[in-house]
Structure formats: structure tokens, C-alpha cells
């Protein structure tokens, strides 16, 4: 599909004008403050607008700073999708993560986290090809795609530290039959990071789901989120010297929220610029200072996959299961 989708496309996906025609129909959820430190990253007026519904599974938000607009992943549907506020929703790559001539028979063939390195370039963690790529000039170049000779499962999410290193998660759900799939070559979920250089290296493997994952501001700590529903939790690890990772800690714990059907699990994350955490999990994007104390949830009422900073910094976008969602703050994202 090319040019702009209209008000209900082929895909079912409505433009965002056939959203905003009335204010309750435009707007879901709500914000829950725990701690009065979220008055000063989320308004207390601030709203949650929903931009566009009807896709699949909604993933990989990233904000296109050149074109002004948010790239996000449709994964079940194998595309990355584009949307902007002059002209709504679009497609802009298919196939985004399985490119193979023959059927995908899993849930999961597209690309997941998306990313744009220092010049530019589209970054992609691809499930169904089970590799890091960069789209370059109408092509997808292999970054990386192996640890030890053995293929990855499904790389999920990814982060750039400054220097060029990238960091990124490789749980199994992108395969057809997850951690079980006769075709899973590695034994473990494992946390990677792919230097400048293109050195590899395995992180940890200690993690039974590793998910979204971010820096905070100074690079000395890795955050990773954990989508196990025995252990729904967010990890913080200290980055050594050497770009080792120290004993992991506990940020929060959210697995009683799972188990009182929550909707959701600990996903995508992004990190602001004073090192606050913003990381979808049950119900909502949960808010964390950086010492890690829980501020308070914006709370969606479905399952959320991830979220990016976009605009000039200051607007958090959310993949909301089969919508795209968005809400003011007042902080600005990494990288803003």
C-alpha cells in the first residue's frame, strides 16, 4: 500500500480526522500519581489522544526527526507504518521484518524495535528474518544476526549508546513456536551489545524474557524490562568500565498486576533526559524517577507494547495493542 490511507482504508485503519471528530471518541484512559514528582513530567490536564486504530499489534515506536513524524511496526501484519499530523497514516516498508519467499506460518514475521543510527539509517530488529538490519537504500543490510555461529531467536528492542554501540534484547517471540520452536538455535534469551566496531558481545543471559531496553542519561546503567508473566519485572544494571554488566537490581515488580489480569506485561521503555523511566507494562506506561521510586501510571486499560518521545521532546507516544496513542509532558525525551 502507498500514499495516504483513507478515513477507513483496506487494513481498516482510520485516519486520525475520522478520530478527532468528537472529543470523547478521541481521547482514552487516564493518569494515576502515586508521587507528586509526575506533576512536573506529565500536566495534570494532559489527555491521551488517540491518533489511529485497527492495526494488529502495534511496536517499535520511533520518532522520524528529518520527516517530523513517528515510525512504528504493525508486526503480525509484516510493515512499518508512518504516521504524521499533515497527512495520518501510511505504509511505509513492507515487508518490514520477514523477507523470506516462503510463508511465515508464526503471529510475528515483521520487524519490532526500530531505531535511526548516527547517519540516519533505519535500524531494525527483525523477527521473522532473526537478525539487526539497517534499510539502505531500498535494502536491508545484515548488522548482525549470529552469537557464536548460532542464530539469534527474534531480536525485539534496541537502544544506541552515543558512542555508536548498540544494545539490544533477543527473546523468542517472534518465533512461530516461541522458546519451543524446533528452530530456536541459542538456549537462552540473551541481552547483546553490538559495538561500533562490530564487536559482539553477550550481556547476560539471565533474563528468562528480556524486552525493551534504554540507557540512563550518563550510560552507566542498561535498563531492560522483563515480559515473563512469573517475573514481570524492570532490571537495572550497572555498565562497568570494561562494558561488563554488574548484578542487576530490581526496579519494580509487577507481577501481582499480571496475575489480577492486568492486561499487558513489562515491554517497551524509553528514558527523559533527567533519567526519568517511562515503560509500558499491565495497563499503562509506568512512570519511575531515576532512584527508581514508581510515580504513577498512565493508565491505557489495554495492553501496551512500547513508547517514544516525539514533536520537540516533549509529546510520549504509545503503541496501545491496535492503536497509537499519545500524550503531553512536560520533560523532554533522550536524544531532544
Not at 531480536?155 to 523468542?172: H, M, Q, S
Request: with cysteine; charged share 25%.
Amino acid at each position: 500500500m502507498g500514499g495516504m490511507l483513507a478515513a477507513i482504508g483496506s487494513a481498516g485503519i482510520p485516519h486520525p480526522a475520522a478520530l478527532a471528530q468528537g472529543k470523547k471518541q478521541g481521547t482514552i484512559g487516564r493518569v494515576e500519581r502515586k508521587d507528586p514528582r509526575i506533576d512536573a513530567l506529565i500536566p495534570k490536564d494532559a489527555v491521551i489522544e488517540v491518533l489511529a486504530a485497527g492495526f494488529k499489534w502495534t511496536e517499535g515506536p520511533v520518532w522520524d526527526k528529518k520527516n517530523n513524524a513517528l515510525l512504528f511496526t504493525d508486526i503480525p501484519n509484516n510493515r512499518v507504518m508512518i504516521w504524521s499530523e499533515r497527512e495520518g497514516v501510511k505504509t511505509y516498508l513492507e515487508p518490514s521484518g520477514y523477507t523470506g519467499k516462503n510463508k511465515f506460518t508464526g503471529y510475528e514475521p515483521g520487524a519490532n524495535g526500530l531505531a535511526f543510527d548516527k547517519d540516519g539509517y533505519l535500524i531494525l530488529c527483525q523477527h521473522g528474518d532473526r537478525r539487526i538490519a539497517r534499510y539502505k537504500n531500498g535494502t536491508f543490510e545484515t548488522l548482525v544476526d549470529r552469537y557464536m555461529g548460532k542464530r539469534f531467536n527474534s531480536p525485539n528492542d534496541l537502544v544506541f549508546a552515543r558512542n555508536g554501540d548498540l544494545y539490544f534484547t533477543d527473546p523468542p517471540y517472534g518465533l512461530p513456536q516461541g522458546v519451543k520452536d524446533p528452530a530456536k538455535e541459542l538456549d537462552f534469551q540473551g541481552v547483546f551489545r553490538l559495538s561500533a566496531k562490530g564487536d559482539l558481545t553477550l550481556l547476560t543471559k539471565e533474563m528468562s524474557r528480556p524486552n525493551g531496553i534504554g540507557l540512563s542519561p550518563d550510560e552507566k546503567t542498561l535498563y531492560v524490562a522483563n515480559s515473563d508473566p512469573e517475573r514481570a519485572v524492570w532490571m537495572a544494571f550497572p555498565i562497568k568500565d570494561d562494558g561488563t554488566l554488574g548484578p542487576g537490581k530490581v526496579i519494580h515488580d509487577a507481577t501481582a498486576e499480571v496475575k489480577a489480569g492486568k492486561p499487558g506485561l513489562p515491554d517497551g521503555l524509553k528514558v527523559d533526559q533527567k533519567g526519568n523511566i517511562f515503560a509500558t507494562g499491565p495497563d499503562g506506561v509506568f512512570v519511575f524517577a531515576p532512584d527508581f521510586t514508581y510515580l504513577g501510571k498512565i493508565v491505557i486499560g489495554d495492553r501496551n507494547a512500547n513508547c517514544a518521545f516525539g514533536n520537540d521532546g516533549s509529546v510520549l507516544y504509545i503503541c496501545a495493542n491496535d492503536k497509537i496513542v499519545r500524550i503531553k509532558t512536560t520533560t523532554k525525551g533522550l536524544g531532544f
